[in-house]
């Protein structure tokens, strides 16, 4: 539903694209839990739809929520490949998608993506976030963007996650390839939204 404010149409708080329902079902049937929080899901939508031309990636479907979220927002003329190495979670994600060639579930290793990129938008949400942040970035194109999620706020520069300094962060926000930033996604989470550099 769409509602008007000062002349122009908004989607309600409440509007949840029904592709991300349907995601949401496959993860309770399959006892997902880590699936993307909707204020994160609303940068992932935001993201693909400044992109309506390019391609886009994901790492990590899980039971595709994420997935939809991207999906909301993507052009007639862009193609969404996403990767993951369960393989039943693959399975029941494609399903949400089945209808849409514009989509890939891929299975396996998250370097699957390789043969897929560059991507103009690429939210790493599994496989690489990790154990290869340098690579992660390689798959962008210039001036493409990535989007991080599932940090915890930190109050101090260099940022900290408990006791230590958080290296995992620090090397996104601080990689010489990247302009980065960490924003909010709710009080107790955060994301690393990065552009590669031109």
């Excluded at 909707?38 to 992932?44: A, D, K």
């Excluded at 706020?153 to 290296?167: K, L, Q, V, Y």
Aim: one cysteine or more; hydrophobic letters at 40%.
């Amino acid at each position: 539903m769409f509602t008007t404010k000062g002349g122009f149409a908004t989607m309600t708080e409440r509007e949840i694209p029904h592709r991300v329902v349907a995601a949401e079902r496959v993860a309770s049937e399959a006892r997902f839990t880590r699936s993307c929080i909707p204020e994160v899901g609303r940068l992932l939508r935001l993201a693909a739809a400044a992109k309506p031309y390019g391609v886009i990636a994901e790492s990590g479907t899980g039971s595709g929520v994420g997935t939809a979220w991207l999906h909301s927002g993507l052009g007639a003329g862009a193609r969404l490949v996403t990767v993951e190495h369960d393989e039943e979670l693959a399975r029941r994600a494609a399903g949400v998608f089945a209808d849409d060639d514009r989509v890939s579930v891929l299975t396996g290793d998250w370097r699957l993506l390789e043969q897929h990129a560059p991507f103009d938008v690429f939210f790493c949400d599994g496989g690489g976030k990790r154990d290869d942040p340098d690579g992660v970035v390689e798959l962008l194109a210039p001036g493409g963007l990535l989007i991080l999620d599932d940090f915890t706020p930190s109050p101090h520069w260099p940022p900290r996650f408990g006791d230590e300094m958080d290296e995992l962060r620090l090397s996104y926000l601080m990689h010489p390839a990247l302009d980065a930033t960490e924003i909010l996604t709710t009080p107790s989470s955060s994301a690393v939204v990065a552009a590669r550099r031109l």
